[in-house]
């Protein structure tokens, strides 16, 4: 980290200021909960809430699986069916994967990480949690009433005219949770513009920034065309105004076309904050400077501006035309070029680097594995001859599945994992946290591998008989038996998180020894992030790995747990001289 | 990587206008004006997706636009046109004597910004309550007055018209939302409230909206009222 000050007096400084009022026991009221500007705060108020949406929309995952493990179905209806698997969807994408790491974790860690008090614009921020919860709300309310049974992609002509459920509802609420995540992203790009600290220079900035940013650019070119079309299918519900009315020459491709500018980048939008929490675990836990840093913060815009090129993959069979089709197949393989190039770039890290396997770190493994299957049964699909076969299967379920859950889940509870510290000042217990994290992978592999087998076999999404091929059925189990065991190793960090807030011990500033600007200040956080705005001398991965291996022989000599920093340990014994 | 800055201007409690989480108006106003092109881009984005609609649709049914499109009164988008342009020159006088801090000057701009606005509205209301009384509103009843149709087909006259509505319908939500937030910087003005007299940036981010609403008119009307015979 920065070289350590010769000058006694700026030690004195750097080290963490100890004020014993931090953001979270500022102010205990309610009021100053919900009327808050503070970035921690309002990341803390995602975090409740899309806890909470994506326990619903688990117990619809759930449904859906305890359905097919009979090859005639046994608990829901067909119509019941589709209004649970649409509800998995909606909720899913819109409520947890789109705001889960931008909103939790990038809301947290952006103006930390490059030296700002807060946010460009705090109250537009806060703006953006009520759209966030106003469309929860409308999407809830929506499903309660009846639900909604057009699945997460809202098809017309079924969703503008035939579906008699709740679109009009849900639609708004979805159009309301846009407007929520356009505004978090003008506030990332702003703040990563205006705001970064003296001598925070573009390349010195951690690489989650340059995610986030990458983000934030997905955000708002995509955000406003999807919008805009479900807003097109709002007015046909409402206002009789036919726009991609088949009966009267409008074109429902081209609502697929539209819908799929914005919901292919948002796969993006997705998994980019994932690269970015991924790079950060990868960097500390190897205690090494990450391999091709202009590379990896360079791919994360390569992807942000190829993502808006390959939508067409979703519409092969859609009457598009096959030049179409093969210029989008084309482009899509060029996806995987920066893609691979991160892959490869984590692995590289880990070469010679002192290695230190504690929970962040198995997760951030856990996610090069899963992403990398993810992406690669990707290139199957993009592939046009390959991918008529598989399109509409439980293929394509399992591939979406693996970069979701794999990828963008599995980094989520990674970087929750290793900024817990920071954002509760409590330390989670590390030995089942380790433990979780191999139940996640396990889990996730027992569900979501056995879906390709069945997938490349036939079986069709969205389905819920088999009837006709009773011999899926044993994959099925499986995928159903591994999501018995994914739910419970969500369960599981729910439970012993939470009891951490009271029971876990208390955090130092960089329990990690980590390096970044996040790392300098207390944990948890003083309102105003810092007591002095930082002045930043070099870049944020400067491990030296001899120093590393040499502290981490220290540490194992003294008996020491090696993740207790120098500054810890000082302090330690400090206290055992008094 | 860090060590902490010895000392900084940090103007916490000089300045009212200054907001916690900036270090100085400079920076303040930099992060204002970027917000706000940020803004545009999203605004940019949501248009153009219908604009895309609009295209696609002309060039597959290029003869039943150009008959519907008839039944608009091009005086009617004439004079809104003239209206918005006019209100585009008085908000940018209106920066012009916040630059100046005239506060009497950029009330009166403001005003008159508010009024063009107002006839917008209420010129775009007889409008629309033409179409509706020629039954061209998309829906069951479109086209029963067959001689508002000029001779275009039906369905594909319906797809313009939808457009129409849809289209100049948002946009008129635009000039609304624009309304309110004038009115609120006037109220601001008004009040002599620091936030706006310090410095002419919050009056240029209005400006910058006003003028992207004008714009997308701009298009809008070409596109809508004045199309060449195909």
Known sequence: MSAIPADPNVTAVSATPRTETNYLNADWSIKSWLLTGDHKRIAILYLVSVSFFFFLGSIAAGLIRYELTAPAGFILESETYNKVFSAHGIIMVFLFLIVAIPAILGNFLLPLMIGARDMAFPRLNLLSWYLFMAGGILIMGGMINGGVDSGWTFYVPYSSMYANSNVTMVLTGIFIAGFSSITTGINFIVTTHKMRAPGMTWFRLPLMVWALYATGVVIILGTPVVAVTLLCIIFERVFHLPIFSAELGGDPVLFQHLFWFYSHPAVYIMILPAFGVQSELIANFARKRVFGYHLIAFSSLAIAGLGFLVWGHHMFISSESMYQGVVFSLISFLVAIPSAIKVFNWTATLYKGNIRLQTPMIYALGFIGLFTIGGLTGLFLGCLGTDVHLTNTYFIVAHFHYVMVGGAVTAFLGGLHYWWPKMTGRLYPESIAKWNAVLVFIGFNLTFFPQFIVGFMGMPRRYHYYYFAPEFQPYHIMSTLGSTVLALSFIIPGLYLTRSLSKGAKASANPWGAHGLEWETSSPPPTSNFDQIPVVLDEVYDFDPVTEHEQDKAAQALEVPSYLSNEAKSAESEKEKR | ?230
């Open chain 2, 1 to 230: 990587m860090a060590a902490i800055a010895s000392d900084h201007g940090h103007g916490h409690g000089h300045d009212e206008a200054l907001h916690h989480q900036f270090e100085n108006m400079e920076q303040q106003n930099d992060s204002y004006i970027v917000g706000m092109w940020t803004f545009l881009v999203t605004e940019v984005m949501f248009f153009g997706a219908l604009f895309l609609i609009y295209t696609l649709y002309r060039s597959m049914y290029q003869m039943d636009f150009f008959l519907a499109h008839e039944a608009l009164n091009v005086q009617m988008g004439m004079i809104n046109t003239f209206v918005l342009l006019f209100s585009s020159f008085t908000v940018a006088m209106s920066v012009r004597y916040a630059q100046l801090q005239k506060r009497g000057g950029v009330l009166a701009m403001l005003g008159i910004t508010q009024v063009c606005a107002l006839a917008f509205m209420v010129v775009k209301y007889f409008e629309y309550q033409e179409k509706f009384g020629h039954h061209l509103y998309p829906g069951p009843g479109f086209g029963s007055h067959p001689e508002y149709l000029h001779g275009a087909t039906p369905n594909f006259a319906q797809l313009y018209f939808g457009l129409y509505f849809g289209m100049t319908g948002l946009h008129g939500l635009h000039v609304v939302i624009g309304m309110i937030v004038i009115g609120y910087l006037m109220a601001k003005w008004w009040r002599n409230s620091p936030m706006v007299t310090k410095d002419y940036i919050p009056t240029e981010l209005v400006g910058l909206y006003w003028h992207f609403v004008d714009l997308v008119w701009i298009f809008l009307f070409p596109l809508m009222y004045l199309m060449p015979k195909p």
